[in-house]
């Protein structure tokens, strides 16, 4: 029988036996306690590194510039190859993007805040006042970019776009630079663009808005179709128009056509105006028939998306049907670089609007491809001197020895020459004088309107004198020129 001393120690083990219990349970609870937030602080620096590169993508570059009190210079680098790579090898373009990423890390070491923004967009931060410094250094870093990188199966040179943003030391919003930069690599065609402050948030506004109003310009009833007149300087008449097109906004008036030309292609809009400007070209050379201008041919300029479409003959059929307008009386245009990217498909087309009796042209030849092998396996029947070699030909062999060339291959290939771009005598002269019949420039015309056109193509006298090569007219239009 236990006696009152056995049961006092029995008592002491297990209060001491309990209290060990709790102090494990306490010391458990909180190591689990412990790791929990350990992981979940791992979690968060895991969600704010790109999965493919490793590079701390957007939050983390928000809060490095939102601490920088004296403003900086944002750099954004985009690969434009890598959506083309994805799409028939996700592996191969995750692999460039490592190696493009590989080099921004070695190119901008330590001293600069380096992530991963997007799905091929890297961003560069330049903390600091000094941005010229930063530009240089930006500048730089884009250029060795576009080395070449090399991969088993591979051997290219990446296309790169760049954008670059100084934001001074007043308040500002991180986020709201990062995304102003972001939009400015889609706000031209060019591969660079440099972002001032003065960029800020108006031109941001007044490209959407423009880009919003450009939208329905063609439902509004916005745009116009202005023609320069092509000579026969052979026959001394107008013998065609190229139509142009032109944009009234009922704000901005006449809107050039550089700055919404880009615009209509990238907002997809290309097919819808390409049709607006077939229709409208159809319409005006047939009413030309009708005011008895004689056979004046109608261009229009054809885009890489209206190329793509293989109902494009179809479109081009119904035109001519809705307008009366006999298919010998439209010539389509296109750029040398669309007509090649893929000449069985442009063959099979070009075959097609030919039986209908419509006339093909390449524009700007000579400036666009590097090879001429196209030449033989689509049918043309226009070559048009790119003004490239036009301008000063008189004063330039190396100018002239292509425009010899070009017009030597037209005729060697039964193809007619247009020489564009002719602003002075002495260029219209030295070509004439060469074997070039057909041209198109300033020295003759001016882009005109509708009512315009119609005048000058009637005023015979005029085109006779501008053709005239007698050396009278010739030092008459000199003296002009220079006066």
Known sequence: MATLSDR????????????????????????????????????HRNAQRHGVTGLPTREPLIE????????????????????????????????????????????????????HVDRARFAIWYGGPASEIARNEFDAVCYALRDRIKFDDIDMLPQIKSACAFQGGQPFVPAALLARTIAALS?????????TETYAVEKARSS?????????????????????????????????????????????????????????????????VGLWTLNAGCKEAREWSRQGLGVVKIAINLSAHQLADNTLDRAVERTLQR?????????????????????????????KLRALGV?????DFGAGYSSLSYLKKLEFDKLKIDREFVTNVDLQRDSQAICQSIIALGRGLGIAVLAEGIERPEEYSWLRRHGCELFQGYYFSHPIQAPQFSDFARNRDHIVSLTDLSPAALQKRLTTSVL
């Open 64 to 115: 490095v510039i939102g601490e920088q009190t004296e403003g900086g210079t944002l750099g954004i680098v985009e690969l434009c190859d890598f959506d083309r790579l994805s799409a028939f090898d996700i592996a191969l373009a995750d692999q460039v993007l490592n190696d493009v990423a590989g080099r921004l890390r070695r190119m901008v070491g330590d001293n600069r805040f380096l992530a």
């Open 187 to 195: 706000d031209t065609q060019s591969a660079d663009t440099h972002v």
């Open 8 to 43: 006092a120690q029995l008592a002491s083990f297990n209060q001491r036996a309990s209290s060990s219990v709790d102090t494990l349970l306490n010391c458990l609870g909180a190591y689990i306690e412990a790791n929990i937030v350990r992981t979940a602080e791992l979690d």
């Open 208 to 272: 959407f808005l423009l880009e919003q109003d450009l939208r329905q310009a063609v439902a509004r009833n916005e745009l116009e179709l202005w023609f320069q007149p092509f000579i026969d300087a052979a026959a001394r008449r107008v013998c065609g128009a190229e139509a142009l097109l032109r944009w009234r906004h009922p704000k901005h008036g006449l809107i050039a056509p550089n700055a919404f030309i880009p615009m209509m292609e990238l907002t997809g809009l290309a097919d819808e």
């Open 359 to 363: 006339s093909i042209s390449i524009d």
């Open 323 to 351: 307008h009366d307008l006999p298919a010998g009386l439209l010539e389509l245009e296109l750029t040398e670089t669309v007509a090649a990217v893929d000449s069985d498909d442009a063959k099979q087309l070009f075959k």
